[in-house]
Nanobody, 125 residues
C-alpha cells in the first residue's frame, strides 16, 4: 500500500489542524493505521493508532483529549484531528500502515510496514 499524508501547516497555540493520509489499493481496510511524529533532533514517536474497523483507537498520553484519529474505509483515508495544539506538537507527522492481521494496536515504528512521506506541522507560541 502507498500512503500520502497531507494537511500540515502553521497554526497558533490553541489552534486546530486536521491531517489526512490517503492510501492506494483496495486492501486499506485490512490495515491498522498509525500516526507518528518526529521533531528535530528527536526520535520518531507514536501519536495514535486505529484498528481496521475504526472502532478502536489508542493514543499517547500527551495527546489524549486533544487529538482524534479516525478513518473512512470507503475513501481509503485515515485522519488525525488535532486541537488545543501546543508548541511541543511541532514535528513532521507520518502515517503508517500495519499489515499484521491482529487486534493489537502497535506503538513502535518498527512494527509498521508502510509509511507515508510526512507532513510538517508547526505550532507557533
Amino acid at each position: 500500500v502507498q500512503l500520502q499524508a497531507s494537511g500540515g501547516g502553521l497554526v497558533q497555540t490553541g489552534g486546530s489542524l486536521r491531517l489526512s493520509c490517503a492510501a492506494s489499493g483496495r486492501t486499506f481496510s485490512s490495515y491498522s493505521m498509525g500516526w507518528f511524529r518526529q521533531a528535530p533532533g528527536r526520535e520518531r514517536e507514536f501519536v495514535a493508532a486505529i484498528n481496521r474497523s475504526g472502532r478502536g483507537a489508542y493514543y499517547t498520553d500527551s495527546v489524549k483529549g486533544r487529538f482524534t484519529i479516525s478513518r473512512d474505509n470507503a475513501k481509503n483515508t485515515v485522519y488525525l484531528q488535532m486541537s488545543t495544539m501546543k508548541p511541543e506538537d511541532t514535528a513532521v507527522y507520518y502515517c503508517a500502515a500495519d499489515g499484521k492481521f491482529s487486534s493489537v494496536l502497535r506503538t513502535t515504528p518498527g512494527d509498521y510496514d508502510f509509511w507515508g512521506q510526512g507532513t510538517l506541522v508547526t505550532v507557533s507560541s
